[in-house]
C-alpha cells in the first residue's frame, strides 16, 4: 500500500510504499476513503523538519533539555547516535480520515466489517490507504453523512471540546481568533450552540468565510475600528468568552483577548501561540480575574495509553464527553444539520497528488485554502505482504536473519552491528507500523519489509530469527520461531509470566527430544562487556562463595510509560533480569532463594515497584543484594557494582572503570563505557556459524526469569521465596 512520509532530517516529503499494518488487539484495520490534511498542524511539522539542527533546536527547546539529560546518562557518543537516528527516521502525516473497516479484532465490539468509521489519531489516522486503529479512536458514520464531511470528525472534534472547555451559555458573546479551519468549525459550533459569535483574523477571505459558517460579525485584526466594533457587538460588555484557534509565535491574540474580555470571562487556548504575559496585560488579567483554561486535543481520553490504545473506556457519569463521545457528537451535528461542513472544503486532491496539495499549504502556490481533502480510490487487487526494498542487492554472508520488532534500542545498539557484520545477511524486518518497516529495510539494507510477523517466521531463507518488541511478546514469537526450525535471539527479558515460561521450557523440551532445538540466546549482554570479562578472570573463576551488591541509579519513568504497563511485566521483571543474569555470571552459580523489599507507592501493584532491593542466595553460598532504584539523582552513574570475596575486592563503575583490591595493592583500568552488546552479539553469531561462541545455558536463562518473577512475589508476600518450590513445575539443574 501507499503511505505519505516524511523524513525529519531533511523535511523531503514523499509517497511511499509500505507494508499493510496487521490487525492488532484492540482495534480493526481500515480502507480510507477521504483524509483530511490539518494545514496547522501539517505545515508546522513540515517547517521545523526543514530547519537545520540550530534550527530544529531553537524550535523544541524542550527536546534539547532531554537530549541533554539523556546526554549525562549514557554519554555524548551514545546520545548522538539515538538522536541522528530519530532524525533520519521517517514519521507519517495526519490524523484525521474517514473509511472502511476491512478487518476487526475478535475483541472489539460495536463496529462490524463493512463499516464506515470516522478515525483520529497521529500514528494512527494518517495520509496511508490503509490503516489500524484502535476502537476508542473510530466512530461509525451514519447514513446521510457523506465520507467527504466524516473525515472532518478529528479536527471538528478538537473545535468542539475547546467549546465545552468554554463552559459557554446560549446567549453569550464569544469571540474567535483565528479562522482557520479550526476556528471555523468552533464558529459553526459556537452558532449551533445559541452563541452570538465574532470572528477575527488577519485574512480577509476566512473573515467573510466565518460568516457563512455563523459568525454574527467578523472583522479584520488590524481594522482600526476593532475595538469600537467589538464594544457595539457586546453593549459595552465585552466579550464573556474568548476561543484562541490561532497558531503563531506571535503574543498578539493573547494580549488583545485580555483587552476585550468582560470581567470574570474565560479564555480557551486551543491553538499554539505566544502567552507572555507582560506586566501591562497582567494587570488586566489581574483586575478581570480572567479565566485561562487550555484544550487538550479532541477531549478526555487523549495521551492515555489505557484508554486509546488498551480501550478502557471513562464512565459517562464522572467523564460524560471523552474524545470518542465527542466524534459521535460532531457526526451527530452533521447528521442532523446543525453545521455545514461542505463550506470548508476547498480543494479536494486524488491521493497520488498529494504533493501538490502540500503545495498550497507551504505557500508554493498562492491560493485561499481551508480544508483539503485527500481521496483514495478502491484497490481490488491484492497487496503483496512483502515490500522488497533491496531485492537484487548482491548477497553477502551466510548467516540469513530476519528482525521482528525495530524500536530505539535496536536500531542503536543491534542493528548496526548486524549490518556492518561480513558473515551476516539482513533478509526481512517487520515491525508493528509499515512505515517504521519500510524506513529501517531501507536504513540497514534489508532485502524486503512486512507488517506480518509471519512472514519472518515463515521464510525459510531466515536461519535466525531477532525478537525486539515489546515485553509482553516475547515468549510468543520465541516459541513460534523455534518450532519454526530458527535459531532464536531475543532483547530481554525471556518472558513476563510464569505461563509464558513454562511453555517455553515445553517447546525447548519437546524439540529437544526431536533433535530440533536451534540456539536461543536473550540480550544479557552485561556479561559480555570487557570490563565484566575481567571482573571475572581477577576472581580466578573460582566457585568460592562472594558477596556482590548492584546497585542500579535506573531513574524516573513516567507512568505513561509501556514499561508501567503491568502486561509488560514491570521494570524489575524487564530490566532487573539483567543483574539476576550477571550475578550467576560472575558467581558462578545459580539462585535458589529470594527476598525483596519494596518502598510501597500508592495505585502501583508489587510487579511495577521500581524502589526495591533483592536479596539472593546462590546455590554455592554468594551472596547477591541488587538495589534498584528510579528515585535517584538522574546525573548519577547508572550503575555500580562491588564483588567481595577472597581476600580481594573489585568495584566496577558503570563498565567505564575497574578498582581491584588485592595483597594490599589498588590497580584501576578504564574502560570505553561497553555494556557488551557487539560481544554478546558476535559471540551468539559465532556459535551459530561454528558451535564454539559462548550461550547462555537455557537453564540459566529459565532460572533469571523465574528470579524475577520470585522477587515480585516476595514483595507482595512479604516473606522470602525458595525457587525450588515457588513453582514446582519448573525443574532447575
Not at 29 to 36: A, E, M, N, P
Not at 140 to 167: C, M, N, W, Y
Not at 279 to 303: A, H, T
Not at 690 to 702: A, E, W, Y
Amino acid at each position: 500500500m501507499k503511505q505519505i512520509m516524511q523524513n525529519y532530517k531533511t523535511g523531503e516529503l514523499k509517497i511511499e510504499d509500505v507494508p499493510t499494518p496487521l490487525t492488532r488487539r484492540g482495534g480493526a484495520k481500515i480502507r480510507t476513503r477521504y483524509s483530511l490534511i490539518s494545514a496547522g498542524t501539517e505545515r508546522a511539522t513540515l517547517e521545523i523538519s526543514r530547519k537545520n539542527l540550530l534550527g530544529k533546536a531553537k524550535a523544541r527547546p524542550d527536546l534539547v533539555k532531554k537530549v541533554m539529560d539523556t546526554t549525562r546518562k549514557i554519554g555524548i557518543k551514545n546520545t548522538f547516535d539515538l538522536v541522528m537516528n530519530k532524525l533520519n527516521a521517517s514519521v507519517p502525516l495526519g490524523y484525521s480520515l474517514s473509511g472502511v473497516v476491512l478487518e476487526i479484532a475478535d475483541d472489539v465490539s460495536g463496529i462490524r466489517k463493512g463499516d464506515r468509521v470516522a478515525c483520529a489519531g497521529a500514528g494512527y489516522a494518517n495520509h496511508s490507504e490503509e490503516v489500524f486503529v484502535p476502537r476508542n479512536l473510530m466512530a461509525k458514520i451514519p447514513d446521510s453523512v457523506t465520507d467527504q464531511e466524516a473525515a472532518f470528525t478529528t479536527v471538528g472534534s478538537i473545535a468542539l471540546h475547546g467549546v465545552r472547555q468554554a463552559g459557554v451559555h446560549i446567549g453569550d458573546n464569544v469571540g474567535v481568533i483565528g479562522l482557520g479551519l479550526v476556528g471555523q468549525m468552533t464558529v459553526s459550533l459556537l452558532k449551533a450552540h445559541g452563541c452570538r459569535v465574532l470572528g477575527i483574523d488577519l485574512n480577509e477571505r476566512s473573515v467573510s468565510l466565518s460568516k457563512e459558517m455563523g459568525a454574527e460579525m467578523a472583522v479584520l485584526r488590524n481594522d482600526s475600528l476593532l475595538e469600537e466594533k467589538m464594544e457595539r457587538f457586546t453593549n459595552g460588555i465585552g466579550l464573556d468568552s474568548i476561543i484562541i484557534t490561532a497558531g503563531t509565535d506571535s503574543n498578539d491574540p493573547f494580549m488583545l483577548s485580555s483587552q476585550v474580555m468582560r470581567d470574570r470571562g474565560v479564555l480557551v487556548v486551543v491553538g499554539g501561540i505566544r502567552m507572555e504575559i507582560v506586566k501591562s496585560v497582567s494587570s488586566l488579567f489581574y483586575l478581570k480575574e480572567i479565566d485561562i483554561r487550555f484544550s487538550r486535543s479532541y477531549g478526555p481520553g487523549r495521551y492515555d495509553a489505557q484508554y486509546e490504545e488498551k480501550g478502557n473506556d471513562y464512565p459517562p457519569g464522572y467523564v460524560r464527553w471523552t474524545e470518542n463521545r465527542n466524534m459521535i457528537c460532531f457526526l451527530d451535528l452533521i447528521e442532523t444539520g446543525k453545521i455545514d461542513i461542505k463550506p470548508l472544503v476547498t480543494h479536494t486532491f486524488p491521493f497520488s497528488n498529494a504533493m501538490d496539495a502540500y503545495k498550497i499549504i507551504e505557500g508554493e502556490q498562492s491560493e485561499f485554502y481551508v480544508g483539503i481533502l485527500l481521496s483514495y480510490e478502491e484497490r481490488k487487487k491484492h497487496e503483496p505482504a512483502k515490500i522488497f526494498v533491496n531485492e537484487h542487492e548482491a548477497l553477502k554472508g551466510t548467516l540469513s536473519i530476519g528482525m521482528i520488532g525495530a524500536g530505539n534500542f535496536a536500531q542503536a545498539n543491534i542493528l548496526p552491528f548486524l549490518k556492518g557484520n561480513p558473515d551476516v545477511r539482513l533478509n526481512g524486518i517487520c515491525t508493528a507500523k509499515g512505515m517504521t518497516a519500510k524506513s529501517v529495510a531501507e536504513k540497514f539494507r534489508f532485502k524486503y519489509c512486512a507488517g506480518d510477523p509471519l512472514e519472518i517466521l515463515d521464510d525459510k531463507d531466515s536461519q535466525l530469527v531477532f525478537i525486539a518488541t515489546r515485553h509482553d511478546s516475547h515468549a510468543e514469537y520465541v516459541v513460534r520461531a523455534l518450532r519454526k526450525g530458527k535459531h532464536v535471539f531475543v532483547e530481554k527479558p525471556l518472558c513476563v509470566s510464569l505461563p509464558q515460561l513454562e511453555e517455553i521450557i515445553k517447546t525447548v523440551a519437546h524439540l529437544k527430544d526431536t533433535g530440533k532445538l536451534y540456539g536461543l540466546m536473550v540480550g544479557y549482554n552485561r556479561r559480555f562487556a570487557p570490563s565484566s570479562l575481567k571482573l571475572k578472570s581477577f576472581f580466578g573463576g573460582s566457585d568460592a562463595p562472594v558477596t556482590l551488591i548492584y546497585r542500579v541509579n535506573a531513574g524516573y519513568m513516567p507512568p505513561d510509560n509501556w514499561y508501567q504497563d503491568p502486561a509488560q511485566g514491570g521494570r524489575f521483571v524487564g530490566e532487573g533480569c539483567h543483574f539476576v543474569d550477571f550475578a550467576q555470571f560472575i558467581t558462578g552459580s545459580v539462585p535458589v532463594s529470594v527476598h525483596a523489599f519494596g518502598i510501597p507507592e500508592k495505585q502501583k501493584t508489587s510487579s511495577l515497584v521500581d524502589n526495591l532491593t533483592v536479596s539472593i542466595q546462590m546455590k554455592n553460598g554468594s551472596l547477591v543484594v541488587i538495589v534498584y532504584n528510579a528515585s535517584g539523582a538522574p546525573n548519577m552513574p547508572k550503575e555500580r557494582v562491588e564483588v567481595l570475596g577472597m581476600n580481594s575486592s573489585a568495584v566496577l563503575d558503570d563498565f567505564k572503570a575497574l578498582t581491584l583490591y588485592r595483597g594490599g595493592k589498588k590497580t584501576v583500568k578504564r574502560f570505553p563505557q561497553d555494556k557488551g552488546y557487539h560481544g554478546e552479539i558476535a559471540s551468539y553469531l559465532l556459535h551459530v556459524k561454528t558451535g564454539k561462541g559462548q550461550l547462555i545455558s537455557f537453564n540459566s536463562l529459565v532460572v533469571t526469569s523465574l528470579t524475577t518473577f520470585a522477587a515480585v512475589e516476595s514483595m507482595k508476600e512479604r516473606k522470602r521465596i525458595d525457587l525450588d518450590t515457588f513453582c514446582p513445575d519448573i525443574k532447575l539443574t
